[in-house]
């Protein structure tokens, strides 16, 4: 459905069928909150929910791009690209431009209209699809080599230095690496990664968006990752390492110099060292087709992120609170960045339905506000549909 929208939508605004059309989808974090950028470990499925574009080369140097979602249009030389604050959703389009074209790729003029069924501020990363499907779209139509890993990071490097948002690789690598029935795990540091098929019947994947954004979610981002780069450089005098970043440390090492970190330090580096360790016993629950003891191990995850990462809120931890009373939900814990936005919760098939009902009820009841569970399923990685 959403990509016939997109290729009526190209049809209706420029009078021709696109040549190509890609999709990239979002994501859910499932264990491994904010240990990417630590060189850890995640666990995460993409859904099925996905950014589609469908565009057409023009010649020239002219970009036009026209969003859906937004109702703006973009037109910019492909030379010389800037960032524009009137309108940040085309940042994340030229900053992988920016990026093919300093990786040698030859592009040139093109129009493409971006649509989809993927929501936007969400909390399930629409940012990173957009960027895989850029990258898609470029491939389908100035066809290039480039490995799935690659250019994951290559969409990573796109937000790190043209949107300026200092993440990890969590997302990227959902949009490109996801598959059905599936989550994946990825070892952020050596990029060694696999996909563990969900016992059947596969648990949904129920969204919760609590409704709250708050402002500070980029500016508390980057003090989170700075707090574990110190935790890293203090355990590293002390261990006589010089590590990378915190995935460099062990636990027993932490375990031993950990008081020569400052309290709220101690605690950041503490969520990340026992985070690693979560997602190894989630994947481990997993393989052995033990759904209770993955749940256990989001469930704590939420509680480590609430009090020792500090990067939830109220409104989530309500959430997490309501899910635990209502029957069918095998797991659940904020999931993204924090400060706001969603969590995810891992519900059985046959109760999906009722649970999304009297979690928004209650959620409603408790804080005034109002949720719509979103119902998803792990989904396919991206790619070019035409
Ligand atoms: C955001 C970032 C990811 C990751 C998560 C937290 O989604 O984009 O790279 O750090 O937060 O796990």
């Given at each position: 459905m959403p990509i016939e929208h997109a290729r009526q939508l190209f049809q209706s605004r420029f009078n021709a069928a696109p040549d190509a059309v890609t999709r990239a989808p979002g994501r859910v974090e499932?264990?491994?909150?904010?240990?990417d950028y630590n060189g850890g470990y995640v666990l995460t499925s993409a859904i099925n929910r996905s950014i589609v574009m469908a565009g057409s080369k023009t010649g020239g140097d002219a970009v036009e791009l026209y969003s859906a979602a937004m109702d703006q249009t973009a037109s910019f030389p492909l030379g010389g690209l800037k960032n524009d604050p009137e309108r940040p959703w085309a940042d994340y389009v030229k900053g992988v431009l920016d990026q093919l074209q300093k990786a040698g790729v030859t592009l040139s003029g093109f129009r493409a209209v971006i649509a989809g069924d993927l929501p936007i501020g969400?909390?399930?990363?629409s940012s990173a699809a957009l960027e895989a499907s850029t990258a898609y779209l470029m491939r389908a139509l100035f066809p290039y080599s480039m490995d799935p890993m690659d250019a994951a990071k290559l969409c990573r490097r796109a937000e790190n230095e043209f949107v300026g948002m200092p993440c990890g690789l969590l997302d990227q690598f959902s949009s490109v690496f996801g598959e059905a029935d599936s989550m994946l795990f990825l070892d952020c540091d050596t990029l060694e990664h696999k996909t563990l098929r969900l016992p059947a019947p596969a648990p949904n994947i129920v969204l919760t968006h609590s409704g709250v954004k708050h402002q500070l979610v980029e500016s508390e981002y980057r003090v989170r990752r700075e707090q574990c780069e110190t935790a890293a450089r203090v355990l590293g005098e002390k261990t006589g390492k010089t590590p990378r970043f915190l995935r460099d440390i062990t636990l027993d090492e932490f375990n031993q110099y950990k008081e020569s970190l400052e309290p709220v330090t101690r605690k950041r580096a503490q969520h990340v060292m026992e985070e690693n360790q979560r997602v190894l016993d989630g994947v481990a629950a997993l393989e052995r087709g033990d759904l209770a003891g993955l749940g256990r191990c989001v469930y704590e995850s939420h509680a480590s992120s609430r009090d020792l990462f500090e990067n939830t809120c109220p409104e989530l931890d309500i959430l997490i609170e309501l899910s635990k009373e209502i029957p069918g939900c095998i797991g659940a814990k904020m999931t993204g960045g924090g400060f706001g936005g969603a969590t995810v919760n891992l519900v059985e098939p046959d109760k999906t339905d009722s649970f999304a009902k009297t979690i928004a009820a209650l959620y409603e009841q408790n804080t005034g506000l109002h949720c719509e569970p979103m119902i998803c399923a792990a989904a396919p990685g991206a790619g070019i549909i035409i």
């Open positions: 499932i264990l491994g909150n904010h240990t969400a909390g399930v990363s």
